[in-house]
């Protein structure tokens, strides 16, 4: 069954550092999600691309956060300057259907930690 | 007032047993609904996805959305010990170019052999 990658699963990184976060989305979706879950928080979204834009953002994703699908397969999430308030688990979601309806399969995250 | 609400729980009920879960909200314009599953440091499973309001039913999961009363529910029968998990809640808007999605805060069930 198709699913949602992620890497790295853990990511230890100081404080001012530069992160990239990968995503490989199933294969056919058009989708493709980034949200986060701080400890013992909700899940929350980040921000939403389709068509190699993005199409929605939440106040979260400010200057700091960039995301890029640079090839056909992968989709990152770059964290520019990395704060101790980042670290999380991040997962990436992807959904396929076309009218952006359908349902989002998430990855299995990567957790963040900034000391 | 919260946008999702969802009581965290913990439910704790014995094998065999109905699990009811249930979340409320406040905006009218959530139009999909879905019920994940997510175990901890893990990454939410999808269990049930509705569209506006009505039942759905797979296998023992059955999902159901009162839009009238911003409300929706998850029935688990036939409760195992591996349904122990937190269940999350969440729905999102009709949207063009993708559909954020907004959670609940989750309840954590445990099903007790």
């Known amino acids: 069954e198709p699913e949602v990658t992620q890497t790295p699963s853990h990511q230890v990184t100081q404080m001012g550092q530069e992160v990239i976060l990968r995503c490989v989305p199933i294969s056919n979706h058009l989708y493709f999600y980034w949200y986060r879950q701080i400890l013992g928080q909700k899940v929350e979204f980040l921000v939403s691309f389709y068509n190699n834009e993005i199409s929605e953002k939440s106040e979260i994703f400010d200057d700091q956060f960039s995301v890029e699908r640079p090839d056909g397969s992968n989709f990152t999430l770059k964290i520019r300057s990395t704060k101790l308030e980042d670290s999380a688990m991040y997962f990436c979601?992807?959904?396929?259907?076309?009218?952006?309806?359908?349902?989002?399969?998430f990855g299995p995250g990567t957790r963040l930690t900034v000391t | 007032q919260k946008e999702v609400e969802q009581d965290p729980g913990p439910l704790s009920v014995p094998e065999g047993a109905i699990v009811s879960l249930n979340c409320t909200y406040s905006?009218?314009?959530?139009?999909?609904f879905m019920w994940y599953r997510q175990y901890s440091r893990k990454g939410p499973e999808l269990l049930m996805y509705?569209?506006?309001?009505g039942n759905k039913e797979d296998g023992r999961f059955t999902a159901q959305v009162d839009k009238s009363s911003k409300y929706i529910s998850l029935f688990i029968r036939d409760s195992q010990p591996s349904d122990s998990a937190t269940y999350l809640c969440?729905?999102?808007?009709?949207?063009?170019?993708?559909?954020?999605?907004?959670f609940g805060g989750g309840t954590r069930v445990l099903v007790k052999p």
């Open positions: 905006n009218s314009a959530f139009q999909y």
């Open positions: 969440a729905m999102s808007e009709v949207k063009a170019a993708g559909n954020k999605l907004t």
């Open positions: 979601a992807s959904g396929a259907s076309s009218g952006g309806a359908g349902e989002q399969y």
């Open positions: 509705t569209y506006s309001s």
